[in-house]
């Protein structure tokens, strides 16, 4: 049992901003080799929430001196037209990255669209080259989320190997590739889903848990093992006493009787998101210039340094 003053409540806003000082310096340095790294960010549609997203995603480019050019579509937008709109961004060499906000409109096919966006432009790391290329263990552009959460556990805990791992939900978006990063990271990784027997047994097991379900508060005290780290990816919004809350997956009340270091929801997971989608414009920027890789002058160690 922990007392809650001993348990480290992980800054996700702190190390975003470390994420995004790094990335300010690599842009800066990219400048050097007149290189300036562009977000295209397409929204179909109203959906609030996306349209919040989307406002942050394009402010954090700006703070980071990334170029972003937002494409706002009508929800009625064809699945056609979007495709030739990814299709003019592929082919435009001054757009480094494009992100397509999910969900789409339903009558609009989500795999099609972001299997049409160029794999070294995909910085979301959705196509499935991207994904075949994480689960080879090759340098390719991975998903924003996990790899958010992996920069803090590796802060958390450092060297992961040999941890036991257990992810909670298989989404493509986040248990899927969280999988396969801890995995990379020499992890023994489970994944737990809605069809697992036993679940809060093997949570028990786990020195590390990540949780990514979408269900407020499912997870409490009794799953985890005492000393483990707890990822909640969660963000639910829920009425509690009469106003409206954000919670995670996790009962972070509960969980902070027995964990050594938890995220909190709100200010975890989340800013880490928008960091690593900045992060992995630069990225995209370096992998479609290979030949940076040979230059060795200190600005090029900047770069370098933030693949
Ligand atoms: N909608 C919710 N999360 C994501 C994400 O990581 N990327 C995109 N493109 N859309 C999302």
Avoid at 116 to 124: E, F, Q, R, S, T
Avoid at 204 to 228: E, F, H, N, T, Y
Wanted: net charge neutral; with cysteine; charged share 20%.
């Amino acid at each position: 049992m922990n007392s809650s003053c001993s348990v480290n409540i992980i800054d996700g806003k702190a190390a975003a901003a470390r994420v995004l000082n790094d990335v300010r310096d690599a842009v800066s340095a990219l400048k050097d080799y007149g290189l300036h790294p562009a977000l295209a960010v397409v929204l179909v549609g109203h959906d609030p929430a996306s349209q919040v997203y989307v406002r942050n995603k394009v402010l954090r480019a700006k703070e980071t001196s990334i170029r972003s050019v937002e494409h706002k579509l009508a929800a009625e937008t064809t699945e056609s037209d979007l495709l030739g709109l990814i299709a003019d961004l592929n082919a435009d060499p001054t757009i480094n990255g494009i992100l397509v906000q999910l969900p789409l409109p339903t009558h609009i096919n989500e795999n099609r669209v972001l299997q049409a966006i160029a794999p070294l432009k995909d910085v979301d790391g959705f196509h499935s080259e991207n994904v075949g290329g994480l689960s080879q263990g090759r340098e390719v552009l991975t998903p924003c989320t996990p790899n958010g959460c992996m920069h803090l556990l590796q802060d958390t805990l450092g060297d992961l190997s040999g941890k036991h791992a257990v992810v909670v939900g298989r989404s493509n978006i986040v248990g899927k590739p969280m999988a396969a990063l801890l995995l990379k990271a020499n992890c023994t990784v489970t994944v737990v889903h809605s069809r697992s027997v036993n679940a809060g047994e093997l949570c028990r097991q786990a020195d590390i848990v990540v949780v990514a379900v979408g269900r407020p508060r499912m997870l409490d005290a009794s799953w985890l093992k005492p000393g483990c780290v707890v990822i909640d990816v969660g963000i639910n919004r829920i009425e509690e006493d009469g106003r409206t809350r954000l919670v995670g997956d996790v009962d972070f009340d509960s969980a902070l009787r027995v964990v050594s270091a938890i995220t909190p929801v709100p200010g975890g997971v989340g800013p880490m998101t928008i960091a690593l989608l900045m992060k992995n414009t630069v990225t995209a920027t370096r992998l479609q210039h290979p030949a940076l890789t040979i230059h060795s002058t200190p600005a090029e160690a900047t770069c370098l340094s933030i693949s």
